[in-house]
T-cell receptor
Framework: SQTIHQWPATLVQPVGSPLSLECTVE??????LYWYRQAAGRGLQLLFY??????ISSEVPQNLSASRPQDRQFILSSKKLLLSDSGFYLC??????????FGPGTRLTVL | GDSVTQMEGPVTLSEEAFLTINCTYT??????LFWYVQYPGEGLQLLLK?????DKGSNKGFEATYRKETTSFHLEKGSVQVSDSAVYFC???????????FGAGTRLFVKA
């Protein structure tokens, strides 16, 4: 089965600072990869998805970006964080109709 | 567009009570349906799934039946435990398995 790794687990950053969250996948090849954000007590908001190296689709316009430099690596970035970027960021991988595998998440607090 | 609607929480039950969390969906084609569970501070875990009409997904005492006629996928458990306290998400994957649409989540509290 697949394993999703995310780091860091928690992050506290000042407003206006840059961001880089990394996600790596084990146990599969050529997966579809996803970044979600979950605000406190809320549901999941799909931010980006990728069907292959260098292929990124954005679901919500904002100051975040994503990149997929390798088949099993997915990176979420920002040049300047906003207060509203605080939340729980989840990376996920899926193949076919087997459902999504989620990473443990990164809790980001922007102060 | 495709969507998932699930009952708002929180749902508070006593241990050994019967659980139902309602979920209905709107989708074109023949989606696959899922229930995910999220324990505090963790990512989501797949709880169960059903890929076609009348399929019953089950795991850890939870079950849900894919009802095409009522476009529903209600989650049930006959006897809940304190350890079942978590947030439960209903979801569908569109035909082709490209995107997953999640419901808003239902928080369950089980009291001893």
């Amino acid at each position: 089965s697949q394993t999703i790794h995310q780091w860091p687990a928690t992050l506290v950053q000042p407003v206006g600072s840059p961001l880089s969250l990394e996600c790596t996948v084990e146990g599969t090849s050529n997966p579809n990869l996803y970044w979600y954000r979950q605000a406190a007590g809320r549901g999941l908001q799909l931010l980006f998805y990728s069907v292959g190296i260098g292929q990124i689709s954005s679901e919500v316009p904002q100051n975040l970006s994503a990149s997929r430099p390798q088949d099993r690596q997915f990176i979420l970035s920002s040049k300047k964080l906003l207060l509203s970027d605080s939340g729980f960021y989840l990376c996920a991988s899926v193949q076919g109709s087997h459902g999504q595998y989620f990473g443990p998440g990164t809790r980001l607090t922007v102060l | 567009g495709d969507s998932v609607t699930q009952m708002e929480g929180p749902v508070t039950l006593s241990e050994e009570a019967f659980l139902t969390i309602n979920c209905t969906y709107t989708a074109t084609g023949y989606p696959s349906l899922f229930w995910y569970v999220q324990y505090p501070g963790e990512g989501l875990q797949l709880l169960l799934k059903a890929t076609k009409a009348d399929d019953k997904g089950s795991n850890k005492g939870f079950e849900a039946t894919y009802r095409k006629e009522t476009t529903s996928f209600h989650l049930e458990k006959g006897s809940v435990q304190v350890s079942d306290s978590a947030v439960y998400f209903c979801a569908l994957t569109t035909t082709g398995g490209f995107k997953t649409i999640f419901g808003a989540g239902t928080r369950l509290f089980v009291k001893a």
